[in-house]
């Protein structure tokens, strides 16, 4: 992109979250944070569960990703995310109420035979990263 700026798209199997002309990107990388800027090597980087964050003009903005890819380019970024929601669009009351059901199942006090460490592992880190989200919206 000529004007120094990167064209982010985030798209999960269901929708279109994101497709804005940015500054900075930075997400949660399989092997880490990762950071982006204008002119990137191009690169593929699995995602992790977390929040994907980036700067425009008009300020900060976060969304939570669960898993999938990001497709790096030097001037555009394309976030293939298995889930994805935009900070506006969470519904804390129901991540929290995701939070208590694998921590409860995670501590043993709600466990049965279909029990599943990493389902319930999975699914408390996803609704961290929800809960975060929403909280760090609008303070930066
Ligand atoms: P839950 O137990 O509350 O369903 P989950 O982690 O199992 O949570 P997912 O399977 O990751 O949910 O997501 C199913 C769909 O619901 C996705 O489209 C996801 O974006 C959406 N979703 C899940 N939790 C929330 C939330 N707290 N607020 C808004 N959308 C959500």
């Known amino acids: 992109m000529a004007n120094g700026k990167i064209k982010l798209e985030v798209v999960t199997p269901l929708k279109r979250l994101v497709s804005a002309e940015v500054d900075e990107i930075t997400g949660p990388g399989s092997w880490g944070e990762f950071g982006i ?3 990137h090597t191009p690169y593929l980087v699995q995602l992790d569960v977390g929040a994907l964050s980036y700067r425009k003009s008009s300020g900060r903005y976060f969304v939570s990703v669960s898993g999938g890819y990001a497709e790096v380019g030097p001037h555009e970024v394309t976030i293939l995310a298995e889930s ?10 129901r991540a929290k109420g995701a939070r208590e059901r694998a921590i409860g199942r995670l501590s043993g006090k709600d466990v049965d035979e279909t029990f599943n ?3 319930s592992e999975a ?3 996803r609704a961290i990263s929800r809960i975060s989200v929403a909280n760090r919206s609008g303070l930066e």
């Open 84 to 93: 994805a929601e935009l900070a506006e669009e969470i519904d804390v009351d």
């Open 37 to 39: 800027l204008p002119e």
């Open 117 to 119: 460490f990493d389902r």
């Open 123 to 125: 699914s408390l880190k």
